[in-house]
């Protein structure tokens, strides 16, 4: 839980978050107070986080049937999954919507210069393959 409190904290293209993230036990971190806990299981309905193996409302809704309150896939959601980019189209998101999906890091960190340039250049395409040779590849 040290390197995922440390990761929220940290790593973002929006800067440092403003908050006390620290861990809280060894399945949980704290938010100025507020802790959430985690867990590594990854076999519906017991688990409640995410994973990135379930894009998709049948995979994601067995979290919520087991509880969760909201799912946020850390991935391209599949079919009728809305995807939210702060900076590019955030003020769009619906509280009332239990699964959404706020892509990869690497397209948040993309999607708000690619908003400026269609903005300022009349962009018709950009095309861009990007493959973290670290990561296993969940768009296939």
């Not at 519906?44 to 509880?67: L, Q, S, Y």
């Amino acid at each position: 839980m040290k390197q995922v409190s440390h990761l929220l904290k940290y790593e973002s293209t929006l800067g440092i978050f403003d908050a006390e993230v620290k861990p809280a036990s060894d399945n949980g971190i704290s938010v100025d107070g507020k802790i959430s806990k985690s867990s590594l299981t990854v076999t519906p309905p017991t688990f409640h986080g995410g994973t990135g193996v379930f894009v998709d409302k049948e995979g994601v809704g067995k979290r919520i049937e087991a509880g969760a309150k909201k799912m946020l896939i850390a991935a391209p959601g599949k079919r009728d999954i809305p995807t939210y980019f702060v900076g590019v189209n955030a003020e769009l998101y619906n509280h009332s919507e239990a699964i959404i999906s706020n892509a990869f890091r690497t397209t948040n960190c993309l999607a708000p210069f690619v908003k400026v340039i269609n903005q300022n250049f009349d962009c018709k395409c950009l095309c861009l393959q990007l493959y973290v040779g670290w990561r296993m590849r969940l768009s296939g």
